[in-house]
């Protein structure tokens, strides 16, 4: 069988052809047991939902969907826990897919290792910040507001044996982050930035982006 994807097709033929294999369902359910077909049926409806995903070759789309089997995350994009995306490999001229965790798949993670006393994150106005050291941290007074003006994003988690970690980012370097690595939002069409979730709701997207930058960062995590 082609490890192509034939150009044209919805994609959900071939890939579910791969995937059902004989040899690659056995793997499936050596990682996810009864859950295997279910996993499987998800990642063929993601690919179906996606164009450019039907484009991508099938080895890439599987290694993607095992990442995320062996994680033991859910792909369906609605719930936010990982995902499976598109690129172009201009290196190889080819399309492929990846394997991308989501923010609540970090937290995911973070909660499974039981270590975890507190997890948060909250926006930082003007007046807020007190001090930064590049060895010692942040210092923050939530009293101390003076304006509605957004400077920054912080995140903080606390274990229970009180190790504990601040992890902030400015609202300068959040908008270079967000146009550096998502696709919509640094698009020369102007209707496609101003679709993209980064432009609706900037804050929310960035309270998820320093949660999962502090985590995969400083923070325990566990598969099991």
Known sequence: MSNQLAPGQTGTKAISQFLNQRNILEKFA??????????????????????????????????????????????????????????????????????????????????????????????IFEGQLVSENPLMGY?????????????????????INGFEKVYYISHEDMEAHAKRYSQSYKSTTKWVVDSSKWTTDFVAMALKTVIKLLLSKYGPMSIE
């Open 30 to 123: 050596s990682i996810l047991g009864e859950k295997a077909q279910g996993f499987i049926t998800s990642v063929i409806t993601i690919v179906n939902s996606d164009k450019k995903l039907q484009g991508a070759t099938q080895e890439s789309i599987y290694t993607a969907a095992l990442m995320a089997a062996a994680l033991d995350l859910p792909l369906n994009p609605n719930f936010g826990f990982a995902y499976i995306v598109p690129y172009n490999n201009t290196k190889e001229n080819k399309q492929e897919a990846q394997f991308q965790m989501g923010w609540k798949g970090y937290v995911q993670l973070a909660q499974r290792t039981g270590q975890y006393k507190t997890l948060s994150a909250a926006p």
């Open 139 to 159: 210092e923050f007074d939530f009293k101390g507001r003076v304006s509605d003006k957004i400077i920054g994003y912080a995140a903080y988690f606390r274990l």
